[in-house]
């Protein structure tokens, strides 16, 4: 079934608010800032513009590939040389626009990765067609990063967008995966491509909390405490099915009751009620670098959204 009209709209429109917001973002990391106040200024772009919030803005930095955004309270700065992805999703009425650049503050010592991940991105998105196998772009991309120099991180993907679903299902490997041989791109599927590269080994592990957390659906949903019970029924009301920050549920809960932030949601993450991410770093500190575009995908191609 083709995709309708309003919401191929939306898909464009939340593209293009991403879009502006990924390059405002771009323009605020500069040494000496802090973190906190550069996701809160995106997010509220985002919102400005009309769309809403896909999910927390992440800022990872250096070794850090994903999964990472500031707590309401974090002083965190960026230093001269830091190698910072900026990732950004907005989405409106569920139909979500991922998009990301890489930021090297002060110094291009990694200017050869930060390319190697625009081209790879380039290639990988002219070499999308209706009918296209998923290990054929992971095998563009793989190559490309490969050409320069430097590893493609085997367990981070690109994915399926759906509505309120930011991992649709089908991932789109970094590099040729014969276990996805098959499996194939058609028209009409909203996509996130995300080539990561780096000069370490290229494979992440989970590191400390990232302050990113989801809902989850558990078989049983039996929570004996009743204020528990209420704040998860509030979370799966407010963000759905998408990521949400620390910092978003720490002003929400300020503002409704004395209770603290931290413990509510270690208490429903222990439970199983939550997801908490963890931030995804590479396995040997090698420098990380990101680029990441959402398309469309016609009959002639792929259409940029981002």
């Known amino acids: 079934m083709a995709m309708k009209e309003e919401i191929y709209e939306k898909y464009k429109t939340a593209g293009e608010i991403a879009r502006k917001a990924r390059e405002y973002g771009k323009k605020l990391i500069k040494e000496g800032v802090l973190v906190l106040d550069v996701v809160n200024e995106v997010e509220g772009k985002i919102l400005e513009e009309g769309a809403d919030l896909a999910f927390p803005v992440n800022i990872s930095i250096n070794e850090v590939a994903a999964h990472f955004t500031p707590k309401h309270n974090d002083k965190l700065v960026f230093k001269r040389g ?4 900026l990732d950004v999703g907005a989405h409106v009425d569920g139909f979500i626009a991922d998009t990301a650049v890489t930021v090297e503050i002060a110094s291009s010592r990694y200017e050869k990765l930060i390319e190697s991940t625009k081209e790879a991105l380039k290639n990988a998105i002219n070499g999308i067609k209706p009918g296209v196998e998923v290990s054929q772009i992971g095998e563009i991309i793989g190559s490309t990063i490969e050409k320069y120099g430097f590893a493609s991180i085997e367990n981070l993907t690109g994915h399926s967008l759906e509505q309120f679903c930011l991992h649709a299902g089908i991932s789109i490997p970094n590099f040729y ?3 996805l041989k098959g499996i194939k791109l ?3 599927m909203a996509v996130a491509i995300e080539p990561f590269a780096t000069d370490g080994v290229g494979y992440v592990i989970a590191g400390k909390k990232g302050n990113i957390y989801r809902c989850l659906n558990p078989r049983r949903f039996f929570l004996r405490d009743p204020i528990a019970k209420r704040e998860i029924n509030f979370l ?3 963000f759905k099915s998408l990521p ?13 009751s004395g209770l603290d932030s931290d413990y509510m949601l270690e208490r429903l993450a222990r439970q199983g009620y939550i997801k908490q991410y963890n931030q995804l770093i590479e396995k040997k500190s090698g420098k990380v670098a990101q680029t990441e575009h959402t398309i469309i995908i016609h009959d002639n191609g792929a259409e940029i959204t981002t």
Do not use: C, P, T
């Open 244 to 256: 949400f920050a620390e910092r978003w549920y720490h002003k929400m809960l300020s503002k409704r």
């Open 186 to 188: 058609e028209r009409d």
């Open 177 to 179: 995966d014969d276990a």
């Open 236 to 238: 799966k009301n407010e």
């Open 82 to 85: 830091d190698l910072v992805k």
